[in-house]
T-cell receptor, first 114, second 118 residues
Framework: ETGVTQTPRHLVMGMTNKKSLKCEQHLGHNAMYWYKQSAKKPLELMFV???????ENNSVPSRFSPECPNSSHLFLHLHTLQPEDSALYLC?????????????FGDGTRLSIL | AQTVTQSQPEMSVQEAETVTLSCTYD???????LFWYKQPPSRQMILVIR??????QNATENRFSVNFQKAAKSFSLKISDSQLGDAAMYFCAYRSDNYGGSQGNLIFGKGTKLSVKP
């Protein structure tokens, strides 16, 4: 049990589909993050939420739409994606925003865009 | 802008031996944090060790230790008594201590794939 659970583990979708990635943390943390991990590239921060409020959007295209209904759940809604959006999407959490950044990561969702 | 460089895409070590993974970074800041993360095939990123730049003493966690050279902007990871379970991708990461800046932005290197031979 990692403490941060992501579903689905794998997702294949067409460019016109709409899907959502889900992240749930059972650690009582207040901050949650979305990262994108592409092949041969460093992890890229996408969004940061603190106490359900978005505190950071790292210039992410609008075809990615995050939602944080409460401190335990974080979603990433996807629509009209592009082939270059194929990547591993990692969710993370931390007890608070602070110098140590995300402390716990989920296993990620492997997204493939056809 | 800060950058993190891991110059070794792949490394290999014999079980029970010691291996050192390299990481250099570029920053104009004096206060920051450095991290090593491990990502096994299960894909979960696991924090291995972290170092506060204001501390001169190198961080140590069991078989993992770092060699932090602030002037050289170097932050290498040493794994002693390597075990088969150490096989993974290892990522070096930097985080600014500037609270006016990005709160969540860990800047990662591209990673080093470590293989452990039995």
């Amino acid at each position: 049990e990692t403490g941060v659970t992501q579903t689905p583990r794998h997702l294949v979708m067409g460019m016109t589909n709409k899907k959502s990635l889900k992240c749930e943390q059972h650690l009582g943390h207040n901050a949650m993050y979305w990262y994108k991990q592409s092949a041969k590239k460093p992890l890229e921060l996408m969004f940061v939420y603190n106490f359900k409020e978005q505190t950071e959007n790292n210039s992410v295209p609008s075809r990615f739409s995050p939602e944080c209904p409460n401190s335990s759940h974080l979603f990433l809604h996807l629509h009209t994606l592009q082939p270059e959006d194929s990547a591993l999407y990692l969710c993370a959490s931390s007890s608070e925003l602070g110098p140590f950044g995300p402390q716990h990561f989920g296993d990620g969702t492997r997204l493939s865009i056809l | 802008a800060q950058t993190v460089t891991q110059s070794q895409p792949e490394m290999s070590v014999q079980e029970a031996e010691t291996v050192t993974l390299s990481c250099t970074y570029d920053t104009s800041e004096s206060d920051y944090y450095l991290f090593w993360y491990k990502q096994p095939p299960s894909r979960q990123m696991i924090l291995v060790i972290r170092q506060e730049a204001y501390k001169q003493q190198n961080a140590t966690e069991n078989r993992f230790s770092v060699n932090f050279q602030k002037a050289a902007k170097s932050f290498s990871l040493k794994i002693s008594d390597s075990q088969l379970g150490d096989a993974a991708m290892y990522f070096c990461a930097y985080r600014s201590d500037n609270y006016g800046g990005s709160q969540g932005n860990l800047i990662f290197g591209k990673g080093t794939k470590l293989s452990v031979k039995p």
